[in-house]
């Protein structure tokens, strides 16, 4: 706590309820459901998707790649760094 700020910190919306609230009980069954339907499907496809991007990419590498053909390698490099980045943790538990 500081002088200007009264309350303690808190980390997370669950730790600002008490612990004896329904509210609590309910937040932490929507963080265990939102994340089983939100964020494991989209770390699956995009674990699959780091896999199989490389292959689009590797045919304008080998024939070599035009001005024009630029822009689409560089997007699919962004795309396939940002598949990496999100599928990092699938399959991991």
């Known amino acids: ?3 200007s700020n009264p309350l303690p910190p808190v980390d997370s ?4 309820v008490p612990e ?15 994340r089983t339907v939100g964020i494991e499907p989209v770390r699956a496809l995009a674990f699959y998707a780091a896999i199989v ?3 689009l990419y590797l045919p304008l590498l080998a024939n070599g790649v035009t001005a024009d053909q630029l822009s689409v390698l560089v997007g699919l ?3 396939n760094a ?9 399959g991991s538990k």
């Open 53 to 55: 991007l490389p292959f």
């Open 77 to 79: 490099l962004l795309a």
């Open 82 to 90: 940002a598949a990496l980045v999100l599928g990092h943790g699938h």
């Open 13 to 16: 919306l669950r730790d600002a």
């Open 20 to 34: 004896s609230s329904r509210l609590k009980d309910a937040l932490t069954r929507f963080a265990g459901i939102s």
């Open 1 to 3: 706590m500081s002088p």
